[in-house]
């Protein structure tokens, strides 16, 4: 009974560690702020400032990817997860922001994070006809 109290204790407290240390706020390398982004990365071609603007992408990142594409360019999409720091749960976060071909159109504003434009699935609310209001 002890042992399973303790394994217990450890594992909150690695999780409360873990859960503050990523709100921190002003924690360099951590990209948390949360943005509207539109667009699409190339991430042949976008440079490390471009990279960042990706929802889970920080600078350290950012500058891995550039360094992996200088040895040999992506020929798709999902090689980004060769990338050191870059995993499957990174990828799904960013997939549909990414794109090996065309130019980089990726731009970000303070707000809520959302879709990439053209692919936003849209909602009853947002799709929703206005109805007259009846005096």
């Keep these: 009974m002890f042992r399973k109290t ?13 859960g503050s240390a990523a709100a921190a706020p002003g924690k360099k390398g951590l990209n948390l702020t949360p ?8 991430i042949n071609t976008a440079s490390a400032k471009e990279l960042e603007l990706l929802p889970g992408v920080g600078p350290r990142s950012a500058s891995a990817i ?3 594409r200088e040895k040999a ?12 720091g870059i ?6 976060k960013i997939k549909s922001y990414l794109t090996i071909a065309g ?3 990726i ?9 990439p434009e053209g692919s936003a699935k849209s909602t009853k609310a947002e799709t929703a006809q206005p109805t007259q209001k009846l005096n």
């Design 6 to 18: 303790m394994q217990l204790a450890v594992v909150v407290a690695a999780m409360a560690v873990c």
């Design 35 to 42: 943005r509207e982004v539109s667009g699409v990365v190339n």
């Design 66 to 68: 550039v360094a992996y």
């Design 73 to 84: 360019p992506f020929k798709a999409a999902h090689e980004i997860v060769r990338v050191k």
């Design 87 to 92: 995993g499957e749960a990174t990828f799904r």
């Design 103 to 105: 130019p980089t159109t």
């Design 107 to 115: 731009v970000a504003s303070k707000g809520k994070p959302a879709t």
